[in-house]
């Protein structure tokens, strides 16, 4: 694999940088409280714009046809801003959508997600640490013309502005993802208390919902899973943005923090901390990167790969933060400094669709699965 970016990914990087830089300051992101559509919604518009909304959607339905790839070029340059708003969420669902939904589906929902003009979140996070596809209590049962819905969600970003939720749920024992439009009877979305004040998440309730047939998105079990691998590697990438302001700030701060008469940049303990966090940094983005490539290549390791990729970015990029919070030593510790901005993103991110030990956990299962699939070939 070329893990040089294209012209394309560069000029994505570099156009997102600059508008983000302008509008999503640390005094912007702090107005917005976490809601992107605060301020009259500016930064959602300019991302439109952009073409951020529609950057994975199909071309016939408004989009630009790109891959998880440039996804993650967008997804890190938002972590790195600490930029609220619904891109990672919504991009999920119509990459889900353009997956595995129906014609009818599709031609109602993409056109509106492409352009901005609505949203959506993936319901799929439980309370309990039900945080991966083999943790879901969420039921879905078939019901005539339709599918019932029961169960509680957790961690829902955006889902209070949402337009649509994709619901993932238990059919026959079995996960599969249902679209349920906002507003529908028996669902009810509550915002949460969390430390990132960057971002909104919500608890979803879903109380004997009916969704019509055609909202059941094609894929089954392995369309969930494709799905998971994406959003763990869209986290990953978040978190390494954040991560990468932190190294910034951190090599800005210790050339100009002076102690013994002396800036502390110039001593070898805090040149190895930043040394040890450039590291970690690089090895998080080729981790994301390679993931994000196996994900469009629909390499038969992807899922290893993302798991990987998010199992090294919860651990690597939360011990960032917190050398770069020790580093900055007594005014590190303010809220009111722009590094907890970053450090309580990097550490929400930690714990998103799983932490590093249940991503060592669902690796080793992988190779295990692959090397037991692998047995009756060689005998």
Request: aromatic share 6%; charged share 20%; net charge negative.
């Amino acid at each position: 694999m070329d893990f040089e970016p294209s012209e394309e990914q560069v000029m994505l990087r570099d156009v997102s940088r600059s508008a983000l830089k302008s509008h999503a300051t640390p005094e912007h992101v702090r107005a917005m409280g976490g809601d992107i559509f605060a301020e009259d919604g500016e930064l959602w518009r300019l991302g439109a714009e952009l073409g951020w909304p529609g950057l994975v959607l199909p071309e016939e339905q408004g989009g630009a046809g790109q891959g998880l790839a440039e996804l993650c070029v967008v997804a890190e340059e938002l972590g790195r801003a600490a930029a609220p708003g619904p891109f990672v969420p919504s991009s999920l669902v119509g990459l889900a959508l353009a997956r595995g939904g129906s014609a009818a589906v599709c031609s109602r929902i993409l056109p509106a997600l492409a352009d901005g003009s609505a949203s959506a979140a993936w319901a799929f996070a439980e309370p309990g640490g039900g945080c991966t596809p083999d943790t879901l209590t969420t039921t879905a049962v078939e019901d005539g013309d339709a599918y019932v819905l029961d169960g509680r969600k957790t961690s829902v970003q955006d889902a209070g502005a949402a337009g649509w939720l994709l619901v993932t749920a238990l059919l026959d024992d079995r996960p599969a993802s249902f679209v349920v439009e906002a507003g529908t009877a028996g669902v009810s979305v509550r915002r949460q208390q969390v430390i990132d004040e960057t971002r909104a998440f919500h608890e979803v309730r879903l109380e004997r919902v009916r969704v019509p047939a055609d909202g059941l998105l094609s894929g089954g079990p392995a369309g969930v899973r494709a799905l998971y691998d994406a959003a763990i590697t869209l986290t990953a990438a978040d978190a390494l943005g954040a991560a990468d302001a932190l190294l910034d700030m951190t090599v800005e701060y210790v050339k100009v923090r002076r102690q013994f008469g002396r800036a502390i940049g110039s001593f070898q303990a805090v040149k190895h901390k930043c040394a040890t966090m450039l590291m970690q940094v690089h090895a998080a983005r080729a981790a994301v990167h390679y993931a994000a490539m196996a994900w469009d290549a629909g390499d038969p390791g992807a899922s290893r790969a993302a798991s990987v990729a998010k199992s090294f970015a919860s651990r690597g990029m939360s011990q960032v933060a917190g050398e770069a919070l020790q580093t900055h030593g007594g005014i590190g510790f303010t809220w009111e400094h722009d590094l907890h901005l970053l450090l309580r993103r990097v550490k929400t991110d930690e714990l998103l669709y799983g932490g590093s030990a249940e991503h060592r956990e669902r690796l080793c299962a992988l190779l295990l699965a692959d090397r037991a699939e692998a047995a009756p070939a060689r005998a």
